[in-house]
């Protein structure tokens, strides 16, 4: 496995693949069950986000090897409109398109780390990391 | 890709088989309440077994089935959802209130049994 993979996120059909090749990705690290489901719900959110929001853009993957911690990075970039009011967004129920506004708060919820940047008219990059334990 | 649905008596069910894209999804929550309408059927069992995945779109799908099911006069049983799955939709905070489950598909299926007394 390359420490460093990415998927482009284009098509409905690339939310669906992002998320399998993510849980693949999890499940060789040695993530188990539980994990790897939360890992694959977290990418299928951020990669749904690109596809809704900014059409397009990708999901980057990195496996992160440190002296007694290993773990798997997630990036979702895009070059789409760009999130006004972050605060806004990681709350519970916060929508734009008839979602349940899950999505971002529940990404936090599901990973370790969690970080999200954005520039109205520039795009947003929203990081997560999941730690093997 | 179409999800099948069989009719067992006064009955339906579904076991979904394939991963459940955006799409798939929309599909099936059409092909049912199509069903529901052209068999009158009073009682819907959904098992999850295979399914390895509900984010929050697919929750909220399967939310909407129950309740536009409710609305046409058919109980939905939710059925087999993997533990996994179960922990994923608490961390994002989704609640599936009103929703009727049962661990198989045999016990969805004794549920509306006990519920509809058919
Ligand atoms: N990549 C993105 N680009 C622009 N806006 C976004 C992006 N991701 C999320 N948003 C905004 O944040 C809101 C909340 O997102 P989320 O928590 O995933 O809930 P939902 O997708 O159900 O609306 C969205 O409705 C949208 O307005
Ligand atoms: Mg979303």
Redesign the interface.
Known sequence: MEPHSFIGIKK??D??GA??LG?EIARKLGFG??D???I??AI??IA?NIYLYAEDGKVTFETIEGMNHKGLRIIASDNGPGIDNISQVME?GYTTSG??G??L??VK??MDEFDIQSEVGKGTIVTAVKWLR | MRIPILKLGNYLLISIQMELDDKTAIQFQEDLLQRIHETGATGVVVDLTSVDIIDSFIAKVLGEVVSMSDLMGAKVVLTGIQPAVAITLIDLGIHLQNVQTALDLEQGLMKLHQELGE
């Open positions: 409905e059909w939310i669906v998320r399998q849980r069950t539980v790897q489901a939360r694959a719900t299928s959110e749904r519970d979602g349940l899950a999505g708060p529940g919820r599901l």
